[in-house]
């Protein structure tokens, strides 16, 4: 099997940082893309970044001024950076991942549970 454990989030006071992190781990022979979605109350789920195993970024471009990315392909984990957050950063912010398992070799997309971020002043 194989997993997407997201880490950090809960409650953040405005102009702090984003603290998450995403690990992929069990039966993977690769990943490949590995990315940050976030979705707001009512709203469909958005793409926030994404990084190819060839570690190439891609930030949407709502936030692209906002949002940074990095990935570690030897623990297959990718962390997104933002520092300054505000209001409207409230979320759930979900961790994506395509990888092909060893068994079977079927690539396939794999999400994380989300995790719930929340600015309160």
């Known amino acids: 099997q194989v997993h997407i454990a997201e880490s950090g989030g809960g409650l953040v006071h405005p102009g702090g940082a984003l603290r998450l992190s995403c690990a992929a781990s069990?039966?993977?022979?690769?990943?490949?893309?590995m990315a940050w979605y976030r979705q707001f109350p009512g709203k469909q789920r958005d793409l926030v970044a994404s990084?190819?195993?060839?570690?190439?970024?891609t930030v949407d471009d709502s936030v692209k001024d906002l949002f940074t990315i990095s990935r570690d392909n030897s623990k297959n984990t990718i962390v997104p950076e933002r520092n300054g957050l505000e209001p409207e950063d409230t979320a759930i912010y979900f961790c994506?991942?395509?990888?092909?398992?060893?068994?079977?070799?079927?690539?396939?997309?794999?999400w994380g549970q989300g995790t719930q971020v929340t600015l309160t002043s």
């Open positions: 994506y991942a395509r990888i092909t398992p060893w068994k079977p070799m079927v690539t396939s997309d794999y």
């Open positions: 990084m190819t195993k060839e570690h190439r970024a």
């Open positions: 069990g039966n993977i022979f690769i990943v490949y893309d």
